[in-house]
T-cell receptor, first 111, second 112 residues
Framework: EAQVTQNPRYLITVTGKKLTVTCSQNMNHEYMSWYRQDPGLGLRQIYYSMNVEVTDKGDVPEGYKVSRKEKRNFPLILESPSPNQTSLYFCASRQGGEKLFFGSGTQLSVL | KQEVTQIPAALSVPEGENLVLNCSFT??????LQWFRQDPGKGLTSLLL?????REQTSGRLNASLDKSSGRSTLYIAASQPGDSATYLC???????????FGKGTKLTVNP
């Protein structure tokens, strides 16, 4: 089954404790992206990747890092999480100008 | 810079009604426009994708149209059902840009 898999589904952490949210897709898509969704602000893009070793900033990249060492994986790294990074995070992938496929989301709470 | 707007933010209708959700965008050099459905706390599911060369796409009770000249897209839902209750988002992929710009969505409630 074609899918984008994110882990974990829920995560509670404390300020400053490094964390990684994993994202994997099995569709051989070149394009992958991370979004955060906050009430009243909608979906905002954090980082995206056009292909292996090619990444670029989205609208709200501050406080986040990404890497694309393999085509299928695109982890999101928070080196020193802060409470304002509490949000619902989504990974997504697509091929060219085709449909965007989303993961199920990661609800992150930073205390 | 592409901006995508969805009005209204919320809509409540009785079951069985036909309805239209609106999406407007500022940059007519749009590559494609996509409609998504999101259930509470869940991921987004792509419903329909309209390429810039197309005028509309249909899937079951859903029909989406695209008018680049007016900067508008509509999602038509026929014979609405309570199971259609969700938030519907549109997103435009700009010409020359890999960035998909999302509207904030319309929350639809279909009452039995």
């Amino acid at each position: 089954e074609a899918q984008v898999t994110q882990n974990p589904r829920y995560l509670i952490t404390v300020t400053g404790k490094k964390l990684t949210v994993t994202c994997s897709q099995n569709m051989n898509h070149e394009y992958m992206s991370w979004y955060r969704q906050d009430p009243g602000l909608g979906l905002r893009q954090i980082y995206y990747s056009m292909n292996v070793e090619v990444t670029d900033k989205g609208d709200v990249p501050e406080g986040y890092k990404v890497s694309r060492k393999e085509k299928r994986n695109f982890p999101l790294i928070l080196e020193s999480p802060s409470p304002n990074q509490t949000s619902l995070y989504f990974c997504a992938s697509r091929q060219g100008g085709e449909k965007l496929f989303f993961g199920s989301g990661t609800q992150l709470s930073v205390l | 810079k592409q901006e995508v707007t969805q009005i209204p933010a919320a809509l409540s209708v009785p079951e069985g009604e036909n309805l239209v959700l609106n999406c407007s965008f500022t940059d007519s050099a749009i590559y494609n426009l996509q409609w998504f459905r999101q259930d509470p706390g869940k991921g987004l599911t792509s419903l329909l994708l309209i390429q810039s060369s197309q005028r509309e796409q249909t899937s079951g009770r859903l029909n989406a149209s695209l008018d680049k000249s007016s900067g508008r897209s509509t999602l038509y839902i026929a014979a609405s059902q309570p199971g259609d209750s969700a938030t519907y988002l549109c997103a435009g992929l700009g010409g020359g840009s890999e960035k998909l710009v999302f509207g904030k969505g319309t929350k639809l409630t279909v009452n039995p």
